[in-house]
């Protein structure tokens, strides 16, 4: 199947996706139907002003996208799959741990919230939130993007929107994923871990509309949780909760029970040893905490063992970079936590 981006993936057999060569999952009682046996009561965009907010959509295959019992998964050149495994190490040791050590290569800057570091922290069992939808400029072995995460020790989930035209081989807004799992990293489904069960909607697929300054802001929603009865992370994509798939729980050793930190916010990557300067984050603006105006993300949310949703609390800001910046302005009525970020680069 090809997108009219140009973007082409193959119907591959459930059973014989990428997951399943992941070492811990050679015996495995999966199947192309499952879904969650429980959701968390995640807060729909209905709940603040229409008038503020358009939803995104995710790029879906028409007529169902893949046959049934099979799944969409992206075709990648030899080419392609090194650009992967080159940006998937940057991001893996770009994963920020709780006491703010850079841990990231030399050109991985952020501008996120995070929760504080803490002897004991909270168990969380899900991270989400709305992500405001930009197109930032973006040059050749560069990325910016917008995401959460939830981690434990050094493995962790993450899920946003990014614009990487080395690896996407365009500069369009796509939705990603990245799994670091039992030391094994990588984007999407570029590695063994991360099993798809929608046939029409990838969880690298291109991202329709996004805010341009001064005009209503575009959002989507993303939701990471642990499902309490199969112990899998599963997926949420929309307000309409879709699983586009799950992280079983057998592949992680510190992330197999719960996260201990999350975070929110934007984060950027310029090789040093090219000219071009830092690419622009979220807006490509410093956020004036203005939706219209700035990248944001609203409906910052966790979810306890229960899988009762609710805003995420502790949290304090981290920038590395007087290029970027990020506001973290609290609880804002039926919004909710939200934090505006961004920046010029260069």
Same mark, same amino acid.
């Given at each position: 199947?090809?997108?009219?981006?140009?973007?082409?993936?193959?119907?591959?057999?459930?059973?014989?996706?990428?997951?399943?060569?992941? !070492?811990?999952?050679?015996?495995?009682?999966?199947?192309?139907?499952?879904?969650?046996?429980?959701?968390?009561?995640?807060?729909?965009?209905?709940?603040?002003? +229409?008038?503020?907010?358009?939803?995104?959509?995710?790029?879906?295959?028409?007529?169902?996208?893949?046959?049934?019992?099979?799944?969409? %998964? +992206?075709?990648?050149?030899?080419?392609?799959?090194?650009?992967?495994?080159?940006?998937?190490? %940057?991001?893996?040791?770009?994963? +920020?741990?709780?006491?703010?050590?850079?841990?990231?290569?030399?050109?991985?800057?952020?501008?996120?919230?995070?929760?504080?570091?803490?002897?004991?922290?909270?168990?969380?069992?899900?991270?989400?939130?709305?992500?405001?939808?930009?197109?930032?400029?973006? @040059?050749?072995?560069?990325?910016?993007?917008?995401?959460?995460?939830?981690?434990?020790?050094?493995?962790?989930?993450?899920?946003?929107?990014?614009?990487?035209?080395?690896?996407? @081989?365009?500069?369009?807004?796509?939705?990603?994923?990245?799994? $670091?799992?039992?030391?094994?990293?990588?984007?999407?489904?570029?590695?063994?871990?991360?099993?798809?069960?929608?046939?029409?909607?990838? !969880?690298? %697929?291109?991202?329709?509309? #996004?805010?341009?300054?001064?005009?209503?802001?575009?959002?989507?929603?993303?939701?990471? #949780?642990?499902?309490?009865?199969?112990?899998?992370?599963?997926?949420?994509?929309?307000?309409?909760?879709? !699983?586009?798939?799950?992280?079983?729980?057998?592949?992680?050793?510190?992330?197999?029970?719960?996260?201990?930190? %999350?975070?929110?916010?934007?984060?950027?990557?310029?090789?040093?040893? @090219?000219?071009?300067?830092?690419? !622009?984050?979220?807006?490509?603006?410093?956020?004036? $905490?203005?939706?219209?105006?700035?990248?944001?993300?609203?409906?910052?949310?966790?979810?306890?063992?229960?899988?009762?949703?609710? $805003?995420?609390?502790?949290?304090?800001?981290?920038?590395?970079?007087?290029?970027?910046?990020?506001?973290?302005?609290?609880?804002?009525?039926?919004?909710?936590?939200?934090?505006?970020?961004?920046? #010029?680069?260069?």
């Amino acid at each position: 199947m090809q997108t009219e981006y140009g973007d082409i993936y193959d119907c591959v057999d459930f059973y014989e996706q990428p997951a399943f060569k992941h !070492p811990q999952l050679k015996s495995h009682k999966f199947y192309p139907e499952m879904r969650p046996n429980l959701f968390p009561n995640i807060t729909s965009s209905s709940s603040t002003t +229409r008038n503020d907010f358009e939803t995104s959509k995710l790029y879906v295959f028409e007529n169902g996208g893949c046959p049934s019992g099979t799944v969409p %998964i +992206r075709r990648l050149s030899e080419e392609d799959r090194s650009q992967a495994a080159y940006f998937s190490k %940057i991001k893996t040791n770009g994963v +920020r741990n709780s006491t703010n050590e850079q841990l990231g290569p030399p050109g991985t800057h952020y501008a996120i919230v995070q929760t504080k570091s803490s002897p004991n922290p909270p168990n969380y069992y899900g991270v989400g939130a709305y992500l405001s939808l930009w197109n930032p400029q973006v @040059k050749e072995n560069q990325y910016s993007a917008s995401q959460i995460t939830i981690q434990n020790g050094p493995e962790s989930l993450q899920v946003g929107w990014m614009v990487n035209p080395t690896m996407y @081989k365009e500069g369009l807004t796509h939705m990603f994923i990245h799994t $670091n799992a039992g030391g094994i990293h990588c984007y999407n489904t570029y590695c063994p871990g991360f099993v798809i069960v929608r046939s029409d909607m990838p !969880p690298d %697929i291109v991202i329709i509309g #996004y805010t341009e300054r001064g005009k209503i802001a575009k959002i989507v929603n993303f939701f990471i #949780y642990r499902e309490t009865i199969s112990g899998n992370w599963w997926l949420l994509a929309t307000e309409n909760k879709i !699983p586009i798939g799950f992280w079983p729980n057998n592949i992680f050793t510190t992330l197999n029970k719960y996260g201990t930190y %999350i975070s929110c916010g934007g984060e950027t990557y310029s090789p040093l040893d @090219k000219p071009g300067g830092l690419p !622009p984050m979220g807006s490509g603006a410093y956020p004036l $905490n203005i939706p219209v105006q700035d990248a944001f993300s609203a409906h910052f949310e966790t979810a306890d063992d229960k899988l009762k949703v609710i $805003n995420v609390d502790g949290t304090e800001k981290f920038m590395d970079t007087k290029k970027y910046i990020v506001n973290d302005v609290g609880i804002q009525g039926s919004y909710g936590h939200v934090l505006f970020f961004g920046g #010029y680069g260069g």
